[in-house]
């Protein structure tokens, strides 16, 4: 049984213009141990459906308008608030986007990691204390004792995604989902971060559902892929299946905009860009929604929307070209 089953999930926001459907019929598993990337450009429903899962999201204007969220047999669809807050933290942690705005900036970081510690394990004040600057130690943050009385601004940006790892990661969850954890840094800390994700998930034996747009960092973290746009999955593929053999012509289309540095050594060629943008998804058009974007659709891609299916073990896509391909 899969640790995580989503099935089905719409998440929907109420707009002065009309429904916002962000995130419409998605189908994600994660399995125990396992890396699952979820890739797509900004807008596709990543991150919507990442906070879904906790009901992260404003509610209102927010609302998940069907679907299921099965975690270890259990659906948190029909969950409240306070009975979320039992499974926040403690058995699934997330890693925000952009710590600075996600610590509180007038507690100390030792305040902050303890407050979850004690509100979910019987550790005492000390204990959680001493519980802190362990976890501080292990996500590498130099003079641990005497850094965690400091306050989220005293920190570099780097060093504040790490606090923030120590955080999601204090209770030891039997899942962490990182929220492009390292869009904000530069690239040398990014490959950082990543070690350090990798190296927290082999020590906890977790798994981990990276949201990411970045498809090198896929390449080089993920177990199994799935691709989003427009708020649909369009593809899912084990991770050498996706770049040995991408099917969606939207995936090929991400894949073929990396540099690819042991190509161009050989023969230089120019980046491919993908034209047009992903649509508005207010009253969406009928049909396939990447078809104004794509230089294969056909009659039927306006007409009708493709069925995610399988067209070999583990790999599943939703496009109308499938068979031909």
């Given at each position: 049984m899969a640790l995580l089953d989503i099935k089905g999930l719409k998440t929907h926001f109420t707009t002065d213009d009309g429904i916002l459907q962000a995130v419409d019929g998605v189908d994600i598993s994660i399995n125990r141990g396992e890396t699952l990337c979820?890739?797509?450009?900004?807008?596709?429903?990543?991150?919507?459906?990442?906070?879904?899962?906790?009901?992260?999201?404003a509610m209102p204007p927010g609302k998940i308008v069907a679907g299921e969220i099965i975690?270890?047999?259990?659906?948190?669809?029909?969950?409240?608030?306070?009975?979320?807050?039992?499974?926040?933290?403690?058995?699934i942690g997330f890693i925000f986007q952009e710590p600075m705005t996600s610590l509180n900036p007038v507690l100390t970081i030792g305040e902050q990691i303890a407050e979850s510690l004690r509100r979910h394990e019987a550790v005492t004040k000390k204990q959680a204390l001493e519980r802190t600057i362990e976890m501080l130690k292990l996500v590498q943050i130099p003079n641990a004792a005497g850094r965690v009385?400091?306050?989220?601004?005293?920190?570099?940006?780097?060093?504040?995604?790490r606090v923030m790892i120590a955080m999601a990661l204090a209770c030891r969850p039997k899942l962490v989902i990182a929220d492009e954890p390292t869009t904000a840094l530069d690239v040398?800390?990014?490959?950082?971060?990543?070690?350090?994700?990798?190296?927290?998930?082999?020590?906890?034996?977790?798994?981990?559902?990276?949201?990411?747009?970045?498809?090198?960092?896929?390449a080089e973290t993920a177990q199994r892929v799935v691709v989003m746009y427009a708020g649909k999955v369009v593809e899912e593929a084990p991770v050498d299946e996706l770049f040995g053999n991408p099917r969606?012509?939207?995936?090929?289309?991400?894949?073929?905009?990396?540099?690819?540095?042991?190509?161009?050594?050989?023969?230089?060629?120019?980046?491919?860009?993908?034209?047009?943008?992903?649509?508005?998804?207010?009253?969406?058009t009928p049909g396939?929604?990447?078809?104004?974007?794509?230089?294969?659709?056909?009659?039927?891609?306006a007409e009708r929307e493709p069925r995610l299916?399988?067209?070999?073990?583990?790999?599943?896509?939703?496009c109308h070209l499938g068979d031909a391909q």
């Amino acid at each position: 049984m899969a640790l995580l089953d989503i099935k089905g999930l719409k998440t929907h926001f109420t707009t002065d213009d009309g429904i916002l459907q962000a995130v419409d019929g998605v189908d994600i598993s994660i399995n125990r141990g396992e890396t699952l990337c979820v890739v797509g450009e900004s807008g596709c429903g990543k991150t919507v459906t990442a906070m879904s899962i906790l009901k992260l999201i404003a509610m209102p204007p927010g609302k998940i308008v069907a679907g299921e969220i099965i975690f270890e047999g259990r659906d948190l669809v029909p969950l409240s608030s306070s009975e979320l807050d039992d499974i926040r933290a403690k058995e699934i942690g997330f890693i925000f986007q952009e710590p600075m705005t996600s610590l509180n900036p007038v507690l100390t970081i030792g305040e902050q990691i303890a407050e979850s510690l004690r509100r979910h394990e019987a550790v005492t004040k000390k204990q959680a204390l001493e519980r802190t600057i362990e976890m501080l130690k292990l996500v590498q943050i130099p003079n641990a004792a005497g850094r965690v009385h400091h306050y989220p601004h005293q920190f570099s940006g780097g060093m504040r995604q790490r606090v923030m790892i120590a955080m999601a990661l204090a209770c030891r969850p039997k899942l962490v989902i990182a929220d492009e954890p390292t869009t904000a840094l530069d690239v040398t800390i990014q490959a950082q971060i990543l070690d350090l994700l990798q190296d927290m998930k082999e020590r906890f034996g977790m798994a981990v559902m990276l949201i990411t747009h970045a498809m090198g960092v896929v390449a080089e973290t993920a177990q199994r892929v799935v691709v989003m746009y427009a708020g649909k999955v369009v593809e899912e593929a084990p991770v050498d299946e996706l770049f040995g053999n991408p099917r969606h012509p939207y995936t090929q289309g991400l894949i073929r905009s990396i540099p690819r540095i042991d190509l161009d050594a050989e023969h230089k060629t120019r980046l491919e860009a993908i034209g047009g943008s992903v649509p508005i998804l207010i009253n969406p058009t009928p049909g396939c929604r990447f078809a104004p974007r794509c230089k294969h659709a056909m009659s039927i891609c306006a007409e009708r929307e493709p069925r995610l299916r399988e067209i070999a073990p583990g790999h599943r896509i939703a496009c109308h070209l499938g068979d031909a391909q």
